[in-house]
C-alpha cells in the first residue's frame, strides 16, 4: 500500500518513538523511509541598525544547525539499517517546518508522512501551534499521527 514514507524528526524523545514504529510500519510493509530534518532559518541580520556582531555568526550558526539536523539524521538512519530498512536523509532549512515536511515529502515522490504529535493542547497549542496540525491542515499526501502513550492521557 504505502512504498515510500517521509519521516520528519526533530531528535525528540517523542520524535524518536515515532521513527522507532516508523521503522517497524516500513518494515512489515516492504517500504521505504526518507528521515527528514527541518533546520531552524537563521534571522536575517541587518548591517546599519546599530547591532554588533561576529560577521561569520550566520554561517557559524548555519553549520551548528546543519551538523545537528545531519546527527539526528544518522541516528535514526542507523538504527532503519539495523532492521533492514532502506532509507534516506534529507534536512532543509525553513522558519516554517510544516511547509519543509510537505516540500520535502513532494519532492521525495514520498507517499505517506508518518510523524509524532507532541500532544499539545489548549493554550500550548495556540501559542506554539501544531506542527502535526499544521500537516495535517495543508498536506494533500496522507499523514500517519503517531501518538505515544505517553502523551495520550493529557
Known amino acids: ?9 526533530d531528535g525528540s ?17 516492504g517500504a521505504r523511509i526518507t528521515f ?8 536575517k541580520m541587518y548591517h546599519g541598525m546599530g547591532a554588533i556582531f561576529d560577521p561569520h555568526m550566520p554561517s557559524d550558526l548555519h553549520k551548528s544547525a546543519d551538523e545537528g539536523a545531519h546527527a539526528i ?4 538512519e542507523r538504527e532503519a539499517q539495523a532492521a533492514g530498512v532502506d532509507c534516506s536523509k534529507l534536512a532543509l532549512a525553513s522558519d516554517q517546518p510544516y ?3 510537505i516540500e520535502a515529502a513532494r519532492r521525495q515522490e514520498c ?3 508518518f510523524m509524532a504529535s507532541h ?10 501551534g501544531s506542527e502535526t496540525q499544521k500537516v495535517l491542515s495543508h498536506s494533500t499526501i496522507p499523514v500517519l499521527v503517531h501518538r505515544s502513550p505517553r502523551n495520550a492521557a493529557q
Open 119 to 128: 500532544g499539545r493542547r489548549g493554550v500550548g497549542a495556540l501559542l506554539l
Open 1 to 9: 500500500m504505502f512504498k515510500h514514507l517521509l519521516v520528519p524528526t
Open 111 to 113: 507517499d505517506l508522512i
Open 36 to 43: 527528514f530534518c527541518a533546520e531552524k532559518w537563521m534571522p
Open 73 to 76: 539524521l544518522d541516528a535514526a
Open 13 to 29: 524523545p517523542l520524535s524518536q518513538e515515532a521513527v522507532t514504529r516508523a521503522i517497524s510500519f516500513a518494515r512489515e510493509a
Open 99 to 101: 511547509l519543509a515536511i
